[in-house]
Nanobody
């Protein structure tokens, strides 16, 4: 079992930046693919970014490509989401998720992820 805890959310002005952190405990996530998802009020949860265990494969949603960067530090059991040039439409609760022991690649599919954090709120004011 792994526990995922997100942090780093908050209120930021449009054009600003935030760094989200997902800290894992209970076991290593070094062989898991990891993803960030978000859910805005009244909307379905959506994929934001994903990274394979080795960081060799990374995917982004088109809406964040060029502005967000996902990274991981397996030695620290941590995953990051650097968010730049934030827009009001980025306002959402952001969730970290682990796809247990995915040997190859990373998926955008929510149902493939086995463990989820509780989420952190990001609010972008325009």
């Amino acid at each position: 079992q792994v526990q995922l805890v997100e942090s780093g959310g908050g209120l930021v002005q449009a054009g600003g930046s935030l760094r989200l952190t997902c800290a894992a405990s209970g076991r290593t996530i070094s062989r898991d693919a990891m993803g960030w998802f978000r859910q805005a009020p009244g909307k379905e949860r959506e994929f934001v970014a994903g990274i394979s265990w080795s960081s060799s494969t990374i995917y982004y949603a088109n809406s964040v490509k060029g502005r967000f960067t996902i990274s991981r530090d397996n030695g620290k059991n941590t995953v990051y989401l650097h968010m730049n040039s934030l827009k009001s439409e980025d306002t959402a609760v952001y969730y970290c998720a682990a796809d247990y022991f995915r040997a190859v690649g990373v998926t955008r599919e929510e149902y493939e992820y086995d463990y989820w954090g509780q989420g952190t709120q990001v609010t972008v004011s325009s």
